[in-house]
């Protein structure tokens, strides 16, 4: 476009031009005065990797391009978005990709489990009647590491827990172990867990048996 208004300005002129194509004769001009000298846009490409590197630090090196443009216009710099993208990619600065889900349940129908009690009914009349158990991923700046949880259903909450930096068997007991020791069970209790292939809650279940009667 530019370069048709360099062929036809000294016929139409660069007002007539620009007024029929709807562009605004300043873009021209700030075309050509580029042009005639390319520091300029250098200069000011520097002056905004500075600024997109400071929003990207002040973050925590977690923005992307979309974000670090939008802080940009908040704080009244009015640059175009694929040009924080041009110049994160030149300076190699990149946002934070959230990964793949981790899955930390497997089931395997071959595998023996203990009998459901439950039936899918999660109430209980009284404290101590119904535990359940469940562990889980909770993402930190060094990695994710595993939780499990036990929950006694009559108050919905949590009576043992453990973290792990692996999903292994003895962890899932540790919170088991935890949640007898603080609440001291009388009586009967049941304990209802997921049915995976790692097998931790379907010992736990077992387990179980060896502190209530």
Not at 53 to 74: E, I, M, P, T
């Amino acid at each position: 476009m530019t370069r048709f208004i360099e062929e036809h300005r000294q016929i139409y002129g660069v007002g007539s031009i620009c007024r029929v194509l709807s562009i605004a004769p300043s873009a021209y001009y700030a075309y050509r005065a580029r042009q005639k000298n390319p520091c300029v846009r250098n200069q000011k490409d520097k002056e905004l990797c500075h600024e997109i590197r400071r929003v990207w630090k002040d973050n925590f090196c977690v923005y992307g391009a979309r974000k670090v443009w939008h802080q940009l216009k908040r704080e009244g710099l009015d640059v175009a978005r694929c040009t924080v993208e041009r110049l994160m990619r030149q300076m190699g600065l990149k946002g934070v990709i959230r990964g793949k889900g981790v899955r930390t349940t497997r089931s395997d129908p071959a595998r023996p489990c203990p009998q459901d009690l439950v039936q899918r009914q999660f109430h209980a009349p009284a404290p101590n009647r119904l535990w359940v158990s469940d562990f889980t991923y909770v993402s930190t700046w060094l990695g994710f590491v595993y939780v499990a949880f036990i929950i006694d259903v009559f108050a919905r909450v949590i009576v043992g827990w453990r973290v792990s930096s692996t999903a292994h068997t003895d962890f899932v007991l540790d919170a088991l172990e935890q949640a007898l020791c603080q609440r001291q069970p009388e009586g009967k209790v049941t304990h209802h867990s997921d049915r995976g292939c790692q097998g931790g809650f379907n010992r736990s279940s077992q387990h179980l048996r060896l502190y209530v009667v």
